[in-house]
């Protein structure tokens, strides 16, 4: 595990552990007051654990092929690579712990795990015109799993039963199978209706994600699985690498969402998202 995972880690087991000696203190800071104007504030510390799954087009902006063929010499000089639209998938199992600092401020740390493939279609010439009557179109896909982690905050405010809250967060992916990264940025502005005071212990919401991603790939070419006559190819390469540069097609996407409390120190909550990126929400969240 990596130094920074293990920093939020700790992070995420200190906010939990704080919330043994929240008797001392009162969180959050304001609570009184925001009582005394009639908003139901939840617990200040919380546990929660989600799993999302999403799917959504990327675009391919390079992908290149590096080393040495025996005759032929550098692989990058020899060979052309296109790529076409592609499509991403991931599942995302994580733990978050978070407090909450004043009735309008949020924070918190997450730890997690992500599975998923990013998968385009590649066309390769070589100008070598025996070579390339063999190679055909073929998928390209990479296998994104790794560990992720990061932290973020919720600004949060509302009017009557009507509230409103932008969740931001930053995280990174280790991966596992390839080398490099994902790191990602995610706002989420949100509206919705609190339906306790109608004796429904419900809130249903609308909202929109951006997503900004950055995603710079590489690893050995035997890693990846070229079958054909391209895997023939390549397998014939000391230290084949490859390198991918990509972004997502589609930065905002549309959301809906509820949460439903059990109890008061247990929620759970659902969102989906619409559009062109899909994706499909699911949190136990629990209070201290």
């Known amino acids: 595990m990596?130094?920074?995972?293990?920093?939020?880690?700790?992070?995420?087991?200190?906010?939990?552990?704080?919330?043994?000696?929240?008797?001392?203190?009162?969180?959050?800071?304001w609570k009184d007051e925001?009582?005394?104007?009639?908003?139901?504030?939840?617990?200040?510390?919380?546990?929660?654990?989600?799993?999302?799954?999403?799917?959504?087009?990327?675009?391919v902006d390079s992908i290149g092929f590096n080393g040495k063929l025996p005759i032929l010499g550098d692989l990058n000089n020899l060979v052309d690579v296109q790529a076409g639209a592609g499509e991403q998938m991931s599942e995302v199992l994580t733990l978050r712990a978070d407090v909450w600092l004043f009735p309008f401020l949020n924070l918190y740390g997450i730890v997690g795990q992500l599975k998923?493939?990013?998968?385009?279609?590649?066309?390769?010439?070589?100008?070598?015109?025996?070579?390339?009557?063999?190679?055909?179109?073929?998928?390209?896909?990479?296998?994104?799993?790794?560990?992720?982690?990061g932290a973020g905050f919720v600004l949060a405010g509302g009017y009557k039963d009507v509230f409103a809250l932008a969740d931001a967060s930053y995280t990174e992916t280790e991966l596992n199978v390839i080398d490099g990264t994902i790191s990602s940025i995610v706002i989420s502005p949100r509206i919705g209706?609190?339906?306790?005071?109608l004796g429904a212990p419900l809130r249903l919401w609308v909202g929109a994600m951006y997503q900004d991603v950055e995603q710079s790939l590489s690893g050995n070419l035997t890693?990846?699985?070229?079958?054909?006559?391209?895997?023939?190819?390549v397998g014939k390469v000391d230290n084949g690498r490859f390198n991918v540069?990509?972004?997502?097609?589609?930065?905002?996407?549309?959301?809906?969402?509820?949460q439903y409390?059990?109890?008061?120190?247990?929620?759970?909550?659902?969102?989906?998202?619409?559009?062109d990126r899909k994706s499909i929400f699911f949190t136990v969240d629990m209070r201290f």
């Open 2 to 29: 990596s130094q920074r995972a293990l920093s939020v880690l700790c992070l995420l087991f200190l906010s939990y552990s704080s919330s043994l000696f929240a008797e001392s203190f009162t969180l959050p800071i």
């Open 34 to 59: 925001a009582e005394a104007r009639g908003y139901d504030l939840p617990e200040a510390f919380g546990l929660n654990v989600s799993y999302m799954k999403q799917t959504q087009d990327i675009s």
């Open 116 to 149: 998923g493939y990013s998968e385009t279609t590649i066309q390769v010439s070589t100008g070598l015109g025996f070579i390339d009557k063999k190679i055909k179109p073929r998928p390209f896909r990479l296998d994104l799993n790794g560990t992720l982690y």
């Open 193 to 197: 209706y609190d339906f306790n005071r």
């Open 223 to 233: 890693d990846i699985g070229l079958t054909g006559s391209l895997g023939s190819l």
């Open 245 to 258: 540069e990509q972004h997502l097609v589609t930065p905002w996407n549309p959301l809906i969402g509820m």
């Open 261 to 275: 409390k059990l109890h008061d120190r247990l929620y759970l909550l659902g969102e989906a998202g619409l559009g």
